[in-house]
């Protein structure tokens, strides 16, 4: 069983607003990533971090931000929201260390912009 | 360039046969291949995966099989359930320093009862 989280499961806002999707992990994971999905699409990585205070951009531009203060938080935040950020945003971690291979994901964040 | 590739979008099988579902990928610095499993509204959930060094993985009903000179790989699920009905990712982990995951576009499987 996948012990990471994210917050809220649904988001409907309003443009110009700033909002924070929240992502947590009690797995003590050293990787955490973001990946973007839109209906039929593939996941797009947008974010990932290595560690404690490590984040690197990913594949597909954003306009989002990430930090990662503590190993069990990877929250991400947009500014100023607009209709084109609507989209699934999931979260994910892994872990090199134990030999696991996989990713595991949260359930993921419903954003609607309008 | 995409360099994970799923080039049937959907697949629908009748209950009790085989599905197979097929992936193909370009970069040679992948040193796992994966399935996920997706609901709508969801996050995916592994499946299986396999070493780039291996031709075969099995899991109870599912088996990856691993073509590293044709670079494609397929999931086989015997016998398909109607439970089975969803979208299959298929990603591969890039070694490249980074450990990311890159996923293709899915593939939805309908079983049918």
């Known amino acids: 069983e996948a012990d990471i989280y994210q917050t809220p499961r649904y988001l409907v806002i309003g443009t110009g607003k700033k909002i924070t999707l929240e992502c947590s992990q009690t797995?003590?994971?050293?990787?955490m990533y973001w990946y973007q999905q839109d209906p039929g699409m593939e996941l797009h990585l947008i974010h990932y971090?290595?560690?404690?205070?490590?984040?690197e951009k990913g594949d597909l531009s954003s306009e989002s931000t990430v930090s990662r203060i503590r190993t069990e938080h990877f929250p991400l935040t947009l500014e100023s929201a607009r209709p084109s950020h609507t989209s699934q945003y999931l979260c994910?971690?892994?872990?090199?260390?134990?030999?696991?291979?996989?990713?595991?994901f949260g359930q993921g964040t419903r954003l609607t912009v309008v | 360039d995409q360099q994970v590739k799923q080039n049937s979008p959907s697949l629908s099988v009748q209950e009790g046969r085989i599905s197979i579902l097929n992936c193909d990928y370009t970069?040679?610095?992948?040193?796992?291949f994966l399935w996920y499993k997706k609901y709508p509204a969801e996050g995916p959930t592994f499946l299986i995966s396999?070493?780039?060094?291996?031709d075969k993985n099995e899991d109870g009903r599912f088996t990856v099989f691993l073509n590293k000179s044709a670079k494609h790989l397929s999931l086989h699920i015997v016998p398909s359930q109607p439970g089975d009905s969803a979208v299959y990712f298929c990603?591969?982990?890039?070694?490249?320093?980074?450990?990311?995951?890159?996923f293709g576009t899915g593939t939805r499987l309908k079983v049918l009862a």
């Open positions: 396999i070493s780039s060094i291996k």
């Open positions: 971090s290595y560690g404690v205070n490590s984040t």
């Open positions: 797995m003590g994971h050293d990787k």
């Open positions: 970069n040679s610095m992948f040193d796992y």
């Open positions: 994910a971690s892994s872990d090199s260390g134990t030999g696991n291979t996989e990713a595991f």
């Open positions: 990603a591969a982990r890039d070694t490249s320093g980074t450990y990311k995951y890159i």
